[in-house]
Every structure is written in C-alpha cells, then in structure tokens.
C-alpha cells in the first residue's frame, strides 16, 4: 500500500459500532468494488469500496465481509473472504494479501480464501433472522451500472427467499458522518498533500502554461507524498472555463489577465480532501478581480463562522446564497430594486452563483450525510462560495473543509494560502 499503515483498531473499532446498531441473530454482508472494464482486457483503476474499507481497511478487489454476531460457529462471527493467490497470479498481477497481512491491515482474526465463502454464509444462515445488505443510496446518485452489492441483493432474494433482508447503507451513514480523530488525521493528511501542490502550482504558474500542465504538477507532488491520486477529477480552468462547474478537460492555454479557477484534492489511505483556489495567471489580480475575490472571500469568511453544532449544511446553503445576492449588488451586477422585483423562482444571483457550499467530505468527495441533519462535533464538510461572471471571464471559487467540533470550527485548510496578498507575493517570488 502506499499510505503509511494505519492501526488497526481503527476499523475494529468502526465494526464494533456497526454491530452494535445490528439487532439480535443478522448477519451482515459487504462487498467490494467490482473492477470496472476499460477496453481489450484493461481495467479501470480499481478504488475499494469506501464502506468495506471503513469496515475492514482492505484494499483488495474481491474482498467480502461477513459479520455474524450471534452465529454459534465462532469463527463465523466476523469473518473476511479474500483472492487466494498462486503462481500464475503472482508473475501476472504481483502480491495480493496473505492471511496474516490481511488479518494485520483488518484486525479480524479469521480470514477465509473466498473458496469458503459460500458454505460459511450458508451456515450462518442457519441462526439468523436479518440479513443486512449495502447498497449506494446517494440521493442525487442514479446508477444505471450494476455493483456486486445490488447483484448479491437480487441473487439472495431469489435464493433465500424466507430471510427478512435489510439496508446496511442508513447505519453506515450515521457511523461515518461522525469522523474519529484517526480519520480526522487521515483527511488533514490529504489536506496537507493538496496544500503542498498548491504551494507548487503558485511558483509554476504563468501566462502560456497549459491547464494540463498544472494538472501534471499536482500529480507529481500528489504521488511523492504517497497520495493515491485524486479523491475526485482535478478542476484546472483558466478565463471563462472557470465558469463550467464541473469543466474537466483542462487542455487550454492559462492566458496573460485571466484568472485561474483550480479544484482538486489529494486522496491519501482512501480519504479527500477537497480544496478550491482562484489565482491571477499573470501573479496580479486586476482591480475588477481583485473586487470580485475580495467579495467572495468574505462571504467565506462568514459562512465558515456559521459551521457550528445545530446548523444544518441547508442553512449554510441559504446563508450563502443571501450573503452573495448582496455582494453582487455591490459589484454592480444587479441592483437591490432589480431583486425587489425578481421572479422568487428564479432569483437574479442564480445567474452568478448556482451551486451549495456545504457538503461533506471523508472517504467520498460528496461523502454520505444528509444536508437536513444537523451538524455534529466530527463532522467534516466543505465551505465553498463562488461567483461566475461569463460576461466578465471570471469565475471565482474558495473552498476549504471544516470540521465541526464541541465549540467553535477548525478549518483543516486554515495555512493554505488564501488572502490576495499572499498569492500575489508566492507567485511572483520565483521571478
Ligand atoms: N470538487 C467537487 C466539489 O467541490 O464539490
Ligand atoms: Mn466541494
Ligand atoms: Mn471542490
């Protein structure tokens, strides 16, 4: 693994609330990702299932977990089911875990060759009521793709027809919204990964350079500090791509007076960070831009103050939304009348600034978590205010991610540099 190792008590201790919100006699079954294929015999990269890593640590594709906690066989309570390797194996795809490494990353003691997995279900079968199945239930997530999950889920209605089956999703939710101090250590970690590449992307960036070429920078310092990559597709967009959402192409030319919109986050042991710049290609924000940051740049700094037990993300989302509406009257592009007058529907900001500014990260970017509950020491979510002005070449966005604790937050990005005068001096040290 590339990561640092991590104690396995962590997930010990992850399965050990799990099981405690399990009713009497269920037996509890989690998957890993399938391995997606990419042409010919290629395969995407393959990304753990981030509900069987919270549980089990395990970075292995074909991995399942089998939790029994009241099954008479002992050795069935808790139980992992991994690839068993031979030479063949060994020359074409390298090292899969042993039994010992497994049972060392997971902290469970029995460890099976997936061979086993399916006398052992069986048999646990025998004494149990409930069977807890996992399921994606993002609520904006439509997946027309099939998972060995949903697969299991069709398979075992129609082999086990008389056991009552239940979702395992709403009960992992819960547990991982609230993040351990662990977990806490592994999202600064990948905070402080992408507060690195930033640091890079300052000194590197000038009129010419190309999007992908920044992209490549991030990549460099991502990989050497042991992050596997991104949590989430790097969102390099200078000028008027800054005004596309979700612009991914990153293939143009950053030019002389535009800005530089940069979305990206490193993902370290599996966790994201998710971390949002806009620096002036040529190291100097003009006065409109300047005007346009600073506002932005304030509504952040009010937003994040708000980031305290009891609020809910939809407040925050709210909050955003009328804090900006006033900056833009302030920037001229509307006036307090024009909103008097609007159509309530479709308010006049929506124009400029489209978008919520608070969801919650962990081991997904949009990780799981609801943006009606409230918020609870643990939690981690992001702040992230912006402005789009495609008439103007402008698009701003800053984004840090904030963790909620008992009194005030803490911003896990708090020395990533933010405020114009420090990108300007960073940039332009190098010349
Ligand atoms: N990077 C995705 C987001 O900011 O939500
Ligand atoms: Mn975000
Ligand atoms: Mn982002």
């Known amino acids: 693994m590339r990561h640092q190792p991590i104690d396995s008590l962590l997930f010990k201790t992850n399965r050990e609330r799990f099981i405690h919100r399990l009713p009497e006699n269920a037996t509890a079954i989690l998957f890993s990702n399938d391995q997606y294929p990419r042409n010919g015999d290629q395969l ?16 292995q594709e074909k991995t399942i977990l089998m939790i029994s906690p009241n099954c008479p066989n002992q050795k069935l309570r808790e139980t992992l089911f991994i690839i068993k390797t031979n030479e063949k194996l060994a020359t074409w795809e ?17 460890i099976f060759w997936l061979d086993d997995f399916e006398a052992s279900l069986r048999e646990s079968l025998s004494s149990t ?8 239930e993002y609520v904006k997530f439509f997946n027309d793709v099939s998972d060995k999950n949903h697969r299991f889920a069709l398979d075992f209605k129609n082999k086990y027809p008389l056991h009552k089956m239940e979702r395992a999703a709403p009960i992992l939710t819960e547990l991982r919204t ?12 990948a905070c402080d990964i992408t507060h690195k590449s930033f640091e890079r992307i300052l000194k590197y960036t000038k009129p010419g350079v190309h999007e992908f070429e920044i992209e490549a920078e991030i990549d460099h310092e991502f ?6 990559g991104h ?37 370290y042991a599996n966790y994201t960070a998710d971390m949002s710049r806009t620096i002036p290609v040529n190291g100097k924000f003009s006065e409109r831009q300047k005007d346009c940051y600073e506002a932005v740049l304030r509504v952040f700094k009010e937003l994040r103050k708000l980031y305290i037990r009891g609020n809910t993300p939809d407040f925050i989302n709210t909050s955003a939304e009328k804090l900006m509406e006033a900056e833009m009257i302030k920037l001229g592009l509307f006036t307090a009348e024009d909103v008097k007058n609007q159509d309530g529907d479709n308010p006049l900001f929506k124009k400029y600034f489209m978008h919520g500014v608070a969801h919650p990260i962990g081991l997904d970017v ?21 402005l789009y002005i495609l ?40 010349l």
């Open 94 to 110: 390298g090292h899969k875990y042993t039994i010992k490494e497994a049972r060392d990353i997971s902290g469970i003691e029995n």
């Open 366 to 386: 949009h990780d799981v978590g609801s943006k009606y509950a409230p918020f609870a020491p643990g939690m981690v979510f992001t702040c992230e205010p912006g």
């Open 231 to 267: 949590g989430y597709a790097p969102i390099i967009a200078s000028g008027k791509n800054a005004c596309v959402l979700h612009y991914i192409d990153n293939n143009e030319v950053c030019s002389d007076g535009d800005l530089l919109l940069m979305d990206f986050g490193a993902e």
């Open 391 to 430: 008439e103007e070449n402008i698009g701003i966005r800053i984004e840090n991610d904030i963790l909620i604790t008992e009194d005030q937050p803490i911003d896990l990005m708090e020395n990533i540099p933010i405020e114009i005068s420090e990108i300007e001096r960073m940039m332009n040290e190098s």
């Open 178 to 189: 609230i993040k351990s101090a662990e977990e806490i250590k592994l999202i600064q970690e």
């Open 129 to 136: 009521k409930t069977v807890f199945l996992n399921s994606n």
């Open 223 to 228: 990989t050497i500090n042991r992050a596997n």
């Open 44 to 59: 995407f990269k393959f990304r753990q299932n981030s509900d069987l890593f919270y549980l089990t640590g395990i970075d």
